[in-house]
T-cell receptor
Framework: DTGVSQNPRHKITKRGQNVTFRCDPISEHNRLYWYRQTLGQGPEFLTYFQNEAQLEKSRLLSDRFSAERPKGSFSTLEIQRTEQGDSAMYLC???????????????FGPGTRLTVL | AQSVTQPDIHITVSEGASLELRCNYSYGATPYLFWYVQSPGQGLQLLLKYFSGDTLVQGIKGFEAEFKRSQSSFNLRKPSVHWSDAAEYFCAVVSGGYSTLTFGKGTMLLVSP
């Protein structure tokens, strides 16, 4: 399968612990997005990369959150000192675009469900 | 700021009946609009999209949507619903310099026998 993959699919952690999620986009896609989806809500944008450059960050992305895409391929999202309010589904998506101000379909992964106890 | 409103949280439709899910958007320029479907444990799957041109767009699984600029709407329709259509449906608009998606809160579709 050559779709977007995310690991782990589920993560349970205790408040105050650090967690890291991984996203592997579709191989030729140059753009990678992170979204968060809480219960009863639609996905909310967190950040996105074009190749290895992080081009935009939402105000939802507090200082405890950091994302990287070191070689323009896979990406990691780390949450430090987790809080119960961080419990959510974290979705990754990728797309292939020609320039910064162009758009193309985003393909979503299955998500990582985080539960903070 | 761009926003998307899906006024119906839940909708129940009998199998074989027609379906219309409502979506209203707020966006200053010509919007890029999307409908996604999410089944339990699955990622979001794109049903259809509107960028420009014909205001009636056809998608996968027999879905269609009509863009009405005067009503700021992009409603999703299907003439005959199947039990496998039960899922959550999200309307979205591209925002942020054509880079990110703004989603509505979703409509959960239940299909009764």
């Amino acid at each position: 399968d050559t779709g977007v993959s995310q690991n782990p699919r589920h993560k349970i952690t205790k408040r105050g612990q650090n967690v890291t999620f991984r996203c592997d986009p579709i191989s030729e896609h140059n753009r990678l997005y992170w979204y968060r989806q809480t219960l009863g809500q639609g996905p909310e944008f967190l950040t996105y990369f074009q190749n290895e450059a992080q081009l935009e960050k939402s105000r939802l992305l507090s200082d405890r959150f950091s994302a990287e895409r070191p070689k323009g391929s896979f990406s990691t999202l780390e949450i430090q000192r987790t809080e119960q309010g961080d419990s959510a589904m974290y979705l990754c998506a990728s797309s292939l675009v020609g320039s910064r101000f162009s758009y193309n379909e985003q393909f979503f992964g299955p998500g990582t469900r985080l539960t903070v106890l | 700021a761009q926003s998307v409103t899906q006024p119906d949280i839940h909708i129940t439709v009998s199998e074989g009946a027609s379906l219309e899910l409502r979506c209203n958007y707020s966006y200053g320029a010509t919007p890029y609009l999307f409908w996604y479907v999410q089944s339990p444990g699955q990622g979001l799957q794109l049903l259809l999209k509107y960028f420009s041109g014909d205001t009636l767009v056809q998608g996968i699984k027999g879905f269609e949507a009509e863009f009405k600029r005067s009503q700021s709407s992009f409603n999703l329709r299907k003439p005959s619903v199947h039990w496998s259509d039960a899922a959550e449906y999200f309307c979205a608009v591209v925002s942020g310099g054509y880079s990110t998606l703004t989603f509505g809160k979703g409509t959960m579709l239940l299909v009764s026998p």
